[in-house]
């Protein structure tokens, strides 16, 4: 099972170190972390580097091809030399995932045209403007494609794959040993949830 995560400085951690643990577990996995060129990624906190040993120019396929999100998405989006490459590696991928705001990179390279998607709550709209079907749900699968909504829905995008992948009792166990079981201590982790001052908020920060 080969599987290519791209990678890009100002990422979102989370976005895809949520379903790298959950899809390396795949039988005979062999998952490679890929980005425009190799070295050292930074996150969109600064803070953590990724080492990463595969460029676009190294990788020419994948069974599973995963883009994450974070603030870095727009400067991929713009991209020319990316997006040529996110839409060769997709032509032949058994599966093309994406996390948050990394649906924006997969509807610009023309992926998601027609497709029902998500994203972050914050970009339902650009990904429509980008041809795609928004969709207010925390996992989407349409055809071969299927995209998570905001940062931690990537471990439940991830775990969905995985049971269409080997199978549901399977990806059960996956679950229950990284022990997944959220308790949030608090109940507005979703806009339909959250009070109308907190999701202002939360996209006025997002937009700084």
Same mark, same amino acid.
Not at 40 to 63: C, F, N, P, T
Not at 75 to 82: G, H, I, L, T, W
Not at 165 to 179: S, T
Not at 181 to 202: H, N, R, T, Y
């Given at each position: 099972?080969?599987?290519?995560?791209?990678?890009?400085?100002?990422?979102?951690?989370?976005?895809?170190?949520? $379903?790298?643990?959950?899809?390396?577990?795949?039988?005979?996995? %062999?998952?490679?972390?890929?980005?425009?060129? &190799?070295?050292?990624?930074? @996150?969109?906190?600064?803070?953590?580097?990724?080492?990463?040993?595969?460029?676009?120019? %190294?990788?020419?396929?994948?069974?599973? =091809?995963?883009?994450?999100?974070?603030?870095?998405?727009?400067?991929?989006?713009?991209?020319?030399?990316?997006?040529?490459?996110?839409?060769?590696?997709?032509?032949? *991928?058994?599966?093309?995932?994406?996390?948050?705001?990394?649906?924006?990179?997969?509807? &610009?390279?023309?992926?998601? %045209?027609? &497709?029902?998607?998500? @994203?972050?709550?914050?970009?339902?709209?650009?990904?429509?403007?980008?041809?795609?079907? $928004?969709? &207010?749900?925390?996992?989407?699968?349409?055809?071969?494609?299927?995209?998570? *909504?905001?940062? @931690?829905?990537?471990?439940?995008?991830?775990?969905?794959?995985?049971?269409?992948?080997?199978?549901?009792? =399977?990806?059960?166990?996956?679950?229950?040993?990284?022990?997944?079981?959220?308790?949030?201590? =608090?109940?507005?982790?979703?806009?339909?949830?959250? $009070?109308?001052?907190?999701?202002?908020?939360?996209?006025?920060?997002?937009?700084?």
């Amino acid at each position: 099972m080969n599987i290519v995560v791209f990678l890009y400085d100002n990422m979102t951690a989370l976005d895809v170190i949520g $379903p790298y643990e959950v899809l390396s577990r795949l039988p005979e996995a %062999d998952l490679k972390f890929v980005a425009e060129n &190799k070295g050292i990624v930074r @996150s969109d906190m600064k803070s953590l580097g990724i080492s990463v040993d595969y460029s676009i120019e %190294d990788i020419h396929s994948a069974d599973i =091809f995963l883009v994450g999100g974070g603030p870095g998405s727009e400067a991929v989006r713009n991209n020319a030399r990316v997006i040529d490459w996110v839409r060769a590696i997709n032509e032949n *991928a058994t599966w093309t995932a994406s996390v948050c705001t990394g649906s924006l990179i997969l509807a &610009k390279a023309g992926l998601l %045209d027609g &497709k029902r998607a998500t @994203s972050h709550f914050a970009s339902l709209d650009t990904l429509h403007e980008l041809g795609a079907v $928004p969709c &207010k749900e925390r996992v989407v699968i349409d055809g071969n494609v299927i995209t998570g *909504a905001g940062v @931690s829905a990537g471990i439940d995008m991830g775990l969905t794959l995985f049971s269409k992948i080997a199978g549901e009792e =399977f990806a059960k166990a996956v679950q229950l040993g990284i022990e997944y079981d959220p308790q949030p201590p =608090f109940d507005c982790g979703s806009p339909e949830k959250a $009070p109308p001052e907190l999701i202002a908020l939360v996209k006025a920060t997002l937009a700084a």
